[in-house]
């Protein structure tokens, strides 16, 4: 079982150049969770992972990992404590499958050290942790974009971080891959990690995310379990389309879909 304090993000403001990205934005997050960060194109949630990870430099704020201010902790202690997971990543070598999820365990070895039997071990854990031991000697840039995605997540596991940071993990995949994808994030948050996701899709965060971070107006719009804090208004007014939501009242499960008579019946009046 993973063990995280998790983060704690204060007053977080970021600017490129004059404009503003970020402003004033605060949210804590604990260990086994999984947080869906939320925001129409252009809200900061990129910015907010890049931050997070110290790609890019404090300007305003603070940010807490694990306990420790980030400013505080080198680049190793950070890849130590939080691992990155990209929407994809394609390159002309033909790496395994075992040999990329490998690359995550060089955070615990020097710079001109080899992986050994504790490395290996640990892709190896890694590969059974995420279900694909069964393709551990194919080629990774054979595999379709589902099982990419769920290598890169292996790889990130096999760095043994315990904060997880996802960048839209299910960008460009297929209904099912979408699914399974989610479904092994639920999983590594039950294990202990906290795991934050962006995505474009309410609707993942209502399934999967224990709260979701919605940003607006370059702040914290919303912070919470997401039957409390997402609202029909609230989403119309972040993606400017009618939205509704429909609860089944069997299950409690919500799903979010646009409201056609709205949409139809405002086109008309504005034509």
Do not use: C, W
Request: glycine share 10%; hydrophobic share 40%.
């Amino acid at each position: 079982m993973i063990r995280t304090q998790g983060l704690d993000v204060r007053d977080l403001s970021f600017r490129y150049h004059v404009d503003e990205v970020l402003s004033d934005l605060s949210f804590q997050a604990g260990g086994g969770r999984v947080i869906g960060v939320l925001g129409a194109n252009g809200a900061g949630k990129s910015t907010l992972f890049k931050l997070i990870l110290g790609i890019l430099p404090l300007q305003k704020g603070e940010i807490l990992v694990n306990g420790t201010r980030l400013g505080d902790l080198s680049a190793r202690r950070r890849a130590r404590e939080m691992a990155y997971i990209p929407q994809s990543e394609t390159g002309t070598f033909p790496f395994s499958v075992f040999e990329v999820v490998l690359m995550g365990t060089t955070v615990s070895f020097g710079l001109f050290s080899q992986p050994g039997k504790k490395e290996r071990k640990k892709a190896e854990e890694a590969l059974r942790l995420l279900k694909i031991e069964s393709f551990r000697d194919r080629r990774y840039d054979q595999l379709s974009g589902g099982e990419q995605q769920l290598v890169l997540i292996a790889r990130a596991v096999a760095q043994d971080a315990p904060i997880l940071i996802m960048d839209e993990p299910s960008a460009s995949l297929d209904y099912g891959n979408q699914i399974r994808v989610l479904e092994e994030i639920r999983e590594l948050a039950d294990q202990g990690y906290l795991v934050l996701f962006s995505t474009h899709n309410p609707q993942h965060v209502f399934l999967y995310a224990d709260d979701v971070l919605l940003i607006s107006g370059q702040t914290a719009f919303a912070y919470g379990p997401p039957h409390e804090v997402l609202s029909e208004s609230l989403l119309s007014h972040v993606y400017r389309i009618p939205i509704r939501l429909e609860e089944s009242a069997r299950t409690g499960d919500v799903t979010v879909l646009p409201d056609f008579l709205k949409i139809r019946r405002d086109n008309k009046l504005g034509g």
